[in-house]
């Protein structure tokens, strides 16, 4: 992602989170849909809050998560019991 | 005296799993390894940019060169085609991306609806979807070829 993309999703990310509680009353475990600092709007799914994100800005950089009181952390580690395939 | 636990001598289950950019349309086949300790779907970085999976969002990770430390990666979204009693199940979802050696590792969140069975003394994994609630169904043959 170019650095204009990724300012744009911290600018995004930063809206998110200064509305998260207050989005968290009404519509938490939804999708929001974030462009900027506008809440396009909330959806049931990923799939909806992106296709929706897609027809309307294209290629251009938004941002699609979901309301939770926060953010998960993963563990991405390979499985030190999974030998490499012969 | 040492104690020692039972020695599990297992290979690498993987799937061959088609993935597409919902952006470019781009696709491709890659080994997916079914990964119980991974909690996330995980692919490589330099599958996603040929793909151009669509970065929609930040995540903190926990990898094996990080440590206990997190670090911040783009989360991508893709969408998974895989195979079910001859029908094909389609998908978007969550990715994260990271450097590592193999091209996704198909974590817990992807296996979700499915049953992963290990079988020990055949030294055989197998994972197999079996609920399609987060999947939509296409007609038999309606997988892409990369």
């Avoid at chain 1, 009404?26 to 994100?53: C, K, M």
């Avoid at chain 2, 300790?37 to 929609?56: E, F, K, N, Q």
């Avoid at chain 2, 450097?99 to 992807?110: N, Q, R, S, V």
Wanted: aromatic share 6%.
């Amino acid at each position: 992602m170019s650095a204009d993309g990724l300012e744009s999703l911290r600018v995004e990310t930063a809206f998110f989170d200064s509305m998260r509680a207050e989005w968290l009353r009404d519509h938490g475990g939804e999708w929001a849909l974030v462009r900027g600092r506008e809440l396009v709007g909330f959806y049931p799914s990923l799939q909806e809050a992106y296709i929706h994100g897609r027809d309307r800005f294209g290629t251009d950089p938004f941002l699609v998560k979901r309301v939770m009181p926060s953010d998960p952390v993963e563990i991405v580690h390979r499985g030190s019991w999974v030998k490499r395939g012969p | 005296m040492s104690l020692r636990g039972p020695v599990i001598d297992g290979r690498e289950c993987s799937l061959a799993m088609t993935v597409q950019s919902p952006t470019t349309g781009q696709r491709a086949t890659v080994s997916a390894i079914v990964d119980t300790g991974c909690t996330a779907i995980a692919i490589r970085r330099d599958v996603a940019v040929r793909l151009g999976l669509p970065v929609v969002d930040t995540r903190a990770v926990s990898t094996a060169s990080s440590g206990a430390a997190r670090i911040k990666t783009e989360l991508v979204i893709g969408t998974i085609f895989l195979e079910k009693e001859g029908k094909t199940a389609m998908s978007l979802q969550e990715m994260v991306v990271t450097d590592m050696e193999d091209e996704m590792l198909f974590g817990m969140a992807g296996m979700r609806g499915g049953i992963l069975t290990v079988d020990l003394v055949r030294n055989r994994w197998e994972w197999r979807l079996m609920a399609v609630s987060q999947f939509q169904l296409l007609p038999p043959g309606a997988i892409p070829t990369a």
